[in-house]
């Protein structure tokens, strides 16, 4: 085979498996049915939420604090500088962060599948979202990194939803990702039912970036990616190795965030 002859092969192959995909997908699609995300009605397109649970969903928008993302109920309640009370109050370590949910029930159906139950295309859904709701912080970021499991959590639970949630960003939006940039140095208790003091009490010292991992941040705008974004204590330890490890800078992004009702 002539070497003037390996583009116009490359370009036949390319297109063979375009189609054998396309092909494939709708195959797929007489066979199996695409199915809302959230619930099993039938939808048009795998990953779509069907009518009632697009409306159920809880996503978030601006008005929005601009450090932690918690969503204002309008926009006189955000302030000149458009930071919430907790954040002025005790700024955290990163510098944004955004969530594409409320953490509720409506997104505890798709996060909990894939927290809990090895349901791992669930990834593909919420990174979707994330991607959306995370747009300004992804377009000026270097690497994701998502939030560590303890290797003794990483073994019964066989796989990282955050790590899982990273590559799903990555696949989408061309940022190269890290996914054993951090590491839990010791093993936490669950950290749900403690306050913010406690939790903070609770990392210190547990979350470090691995010694050769350090230029894959240093210099580098990171983008610290976790399923759900709860009082920030694990994602300001996070941030903090990182800083301490020489990011120019560390945004988070998240599945779902918890608001405070009410
Ligand atoms: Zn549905
Ligand atoms: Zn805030």
């Not at 809302?36 to 978030?60: L, P, S, W």
């Not at 909990?112 to 139950?117: A, I, M, R, V």
């Not at 210099?219 to 976790?226: F, K, Q």
């Amino acid at each position: 085979m002539s070497l003037a002859a390996l583009p116009s092969r490359a370009t036949a192959l390319r297109r063979v498996s375009v189609t054998a995909r396309t092909a494939g997908a709708m195959l797929l699609d007489m066979l199996l049915p695409p199915r809302c995300a959230a619930c099993d009605e039938a939808v048009e397109r795998q990953g779509q939420f069907c009518f009632k649970c697009f409306g159920a969903a809880r996503f978030i928008a601006e008005p929005a604090c601009r450090c932690c993302g918690v969503p204002f109920e309008n926009a006189g309640l955000a302030g000149p500088d458009r930071v919430c009370v907790e954040c002025a109050a005790q700024p955290p370590a990163w510098r944004q962060a955004r969530a594409a949910f409320v953490y509720g029930e409506f997104s505890r159906r798709l996060i909990l599948p894939l927290k809990y139950g090895d349901r791992t295309e669930m990834a593909a859904v919420l990174g979707a979202h994330m991607a959306r709701a995370g747009q300004r912080l992804l377009v000026g970021a270097d690497v994701l990194v998502p939030v560590p499991l303890h290797r003794r959590r990483l073994r019964r639970r066989r796989y990282n939803q955050a790590a899982l949630l990273c590559r799903a960003l990555s696949r989408s939006t061309g940022v190269p990702f890290g996914l054993d940039v951090l590491r839990r140095v010791k093993a936490t208790a669950p950290l749900a039912g403690l306050g913010g003091q406690d939790r903070l009490a609770s990392l210190s010292g547990a979350i470090e970036v691995r010694e050769t991992r350090r230029s894959v941040v240093a210099g580098r705008s990171v983008v610290l990616v976790d399923d759900v974004l709860t009082t920030g204590a694990t994602a300001s330890a996070c941030a903090a190795a990182l800083m301490a490890a020489g990011a120019a800078s560390v945004d988070v992004l998240a599945a779902a965030r918890t608001v405070r009702d009410g």
